[in-house]
């Protein structure tokens, strides 16, 4: 009778605690853990281009026109907002007939600069960061550059093109491929004729860069310049984000065309013509898949 009680009590004990396999298993030494166990997956953020034709030398005229639209892509969802390249200045560079001090004057000072400082404001207001193409003025020089606005309004970088060609008559060159650390991962900047120069996009990784942005002009589309675009990803395993006057494009690490509109053959407008049919511009987006914070 006493062993019959205590396995009783025995039983009863193991029917309260519950069957062991209702406890989750520890993993094996080198097993796979789940996706949920196995860290932060990369998530995307989302990038808006702003394609939009440049006016000449008519920094009031653009930024008038761009404001609209970097507020359209903060209402869309986006956290980065990349425009054109000297979107500011409407590429004055490409006018040699422009007077030399006229062309000069048309250098914003970073980050004292009035239209500059109105970026910013505008960044802080929309909590967005933004890459704005502008003629820089430091000094003497002048230079084609781009700067990164953090979404509290801050300047967080500044980069400059380095591949000048036809503007080294009026610009002085960058001398370094910059990477900027954001909460979505280290983005490097380049500027339009940099992507041909394959040493100039390898620098940008090998400092570190994840993801590539391209505020662009001048060459556009299938024949003359996507191909150019396709090979610095597939070189660099990165995505490129390109923002030109007339296209959108995005590649992927693979080299594929990930993301690719055309709009419009034209760079350049009037200032007349601002509105018209020929005046097409648009904002895009894409989801580019990043490493956060």
Known sequence: MRSATVATLVLLVIGLAGPQSARPAAPAEGAALAPDDAGAKPSPVRV??????????????????VEPMIR??????AKIV???????????IADKSI????????????????????LAALADELDVHLVAGMLEADGDARFNTAVLLGPD??????????????????NTPGG??????????????MICADRTEKDIVRRFCDNGAEFLLCPSGGMFGPKRNDPIVQARSRENKVYIVFVHPAEFLVTGPDGSIV???????????????AGSEVD???????????RRE
Do not use: M
């Open 48 to 65: 808006a281009g702003i394609v939009l034709k440049w006016i000449r030398a008519d920094k009031e005229a653009n930024l008038r026109r």
């Open 72 to 77: 359209e892509a903060a209402v869309g969802g």
């Open 82 to 92: 990349v425009t054109t390249e000297c979107f500011l200045d409407g590429y004055a």
């Open 99 to 118: 007077p030399l001090e006229t062309y000069r004057a048309l250098g914003e000072p970073i980050p004292d600069g009035k239209h500059f400082q109105r």
């Open 153 to 170: 309004g801050r300047l967080l970088g500044k980069y400059r093109k380095q591949k000048l060609g036809h503007e080294s008559v009026r």
């Open 176 to 189: 370094a491929s910059l990477v900027f650390d954001t909460p979505y991962g280290r983005a490097g900047i």
């Open 259 to 273: 993301d690719r509109t055309i709009l419009g053959d034209r760079l350049l407008i009037p200032k007349d013509q």
């Open 280 to 290: 097409q511009n648009r904002v895009f987006y894409f989801d580019l898949p990043v």
